[in-house]
C-alpha cells in the first residue's frame, strides 16, 4: 500500500508535489494529526515523504490523508485506486477480527 502512494505521489507535477507538502503542514487540513515539519518537507523527494507519512501517521491514516490532500490540490482523479486501497484495508482488518473473534468463541463453546 505504500507503493500505492509513492505511485500517486509520482503522478503530481513539480507544483502539485510542492502544494501536496504544503498542506501536510497546515494543522487546519490536518484535523487531529500532527502536522508534518517544513525542515522536513522543504527538500524532500516523494520517497521520502510517504516514508514520513508513514513513520507519522501510521498506514491508514496516511491513505486518507493522501486522499484528503488530493482533493485539496484538485487531482481527485488519482483518488479511485487510493481508495481501493483503503477498502481493501478495512476489509482485510475487518476479517481478521472476524477470524480472532470465531477462535475465541470456538475455544469458548469447545472449552
Not at 507544483?15 to 504544503?22: I, V
Amino acid at each position: 500500500m505504500t507503493e500505492d502512494i509513492l505511485n500517486t505521489l509520482d503522478e503530481l507535477s513539480e507544483e502539485e508535489f510542492e502544494r501536496f507538502k504544503w498542506f501536510l503542514q497546515q494543522p487546519e487540513n490536518l484535523p487531529a494529526l500532527p502536522t508534518l515539519k517544513k525542515k522536513d518537507l522543504e527538500k524532500a523527494k516523494r520517497l521520502e515523504v510517504v516514508d514520513l507519512m508513514i513513520k507519522t501517521y501510521a498506514l491508514l491514516p496516511c491513505l486518507e490523508l493522501t486522499l484528503h490532500v488530493l482533493k485539496k490540490i484538485y487531482r481527485n482523479d488519482l483518488q479511485p485506486a487510493l481508495f481501493q486501497e483503503m477498502l481493501s484495508f478495512h476489509r482485510a482488518a475487518y476479517l481478521s477480527s472476524c477470524r480472532r473473534q470465531s477462535c475465541v468463541l470456538t475455544a469458548v463453546w469447545s472449552g
